[in-house]
């Protein structure tokens, strides 16, 4: 993991320190909700890519009796074993995940297990290659079991004129998406290449302002209650 980058490493834990009772509070608060929502009857949680955990609460992760976590960012697990000391995290290797054969892996390696994917599916992964083939694995690899993940859609730099909750009984248009947030005019974003996952399944849709001039529309889906 670069010691400089957006998703991780030292810049990122700086910005979620100055931003945590401002700009990322809305979005954290979702996620809280979220996760209290999401319940799993597994007793074992996979987290994959928490960084520090600063979307995560120590209710939901008490939840559970063994919880194991992919996260390549050394400082982020330092960060995560402060913010919970009573969790016993397990860390486990985290790259090899990220390899051609990565989704069957997960599946095979934790028989039983509920998986969290914590903003993971839309950044690009240390050693993934083929990334559209990656996702489209892991699909199948995580299917009958139980999962959740929020992720990337889209960001751009232009402010929202709407900031609400969007609920879809499956995947939107990333149109119909846009429109919910944004009331026309141009729009220049990044795709973040996760749109359609899981099609069929019921989602969420919200803001996730990550710095100033910069927002993200996240997607949560999950399976398993």
Same mark, same amino acid.
């Given at each position: ?13 700086? !910005?979620?320190? !100055? ?7 809305? %979005? ?12 799993? !009857? ?46 016993? %995290?397990? %860390? ?88 919910? %947030? ?18 069929? !399944? ?24």
């Amino acid at each position: 993991m670069p010691l400089f980058h957006d998703s991780g490493g030292l810049l990122y834990h700086l !910005r979620a320190w !100055r931003y945590r009772h401002t700009l990322w509070q809305p %979005f954290h608060s979702q996620v809280h909700a979220w996760l209290a929502e999401w319940r799993p !009857r597994a007793t074992h949680l996979v987290l994959l890519g928490p960084s520090g955990g600063y979307a995560l609460d120590s209710e939901f992760l008490q939840r559970f009796i063994r919880v194991t976590v992919l996260e390549p960012d050394p400082l982020a697990r330092f960060l995560l074993r402060r913010r919970f000391p009573g969790v016993a %995290f397990e %860390f486990a290797d985290p790259y090899v995940f990220s390899s051609p054969d990565g989704p069957n892996w997960l599946e095979l390696a934790w028989p039983g297990a509920a998986f969290l994917f914590c903003n993971l599916l839309g950044q690009h992964l240390v050693g993934q290659k083929n990334r559209a083939g990656w996702l489209a694995a892991l699909e199948p690899a995580l299917n009958g079991r139980e999962w959740a993940s929020w992720h990337d859609l889209v960001s751009t730099t232009r402010p929202p004129d709407s900031h609400g909750l969007l609920k879809c009984g499956q995947a939107a248009p990333l149109d119909q998406v846009l429109a919910h %947030f944004w009331s026309g005019g141009e729009l220049h974003l990044h795709d973040h290449e996760c749109a359609q996952l899981w099609a069929d !399944r019921p989602r969420q849709y919200t803001l996730w302002q990550l710095r100033m001039h910069q927002y993200h529309v996240v997607e949560w889906l999950y399976a398993g209650d």
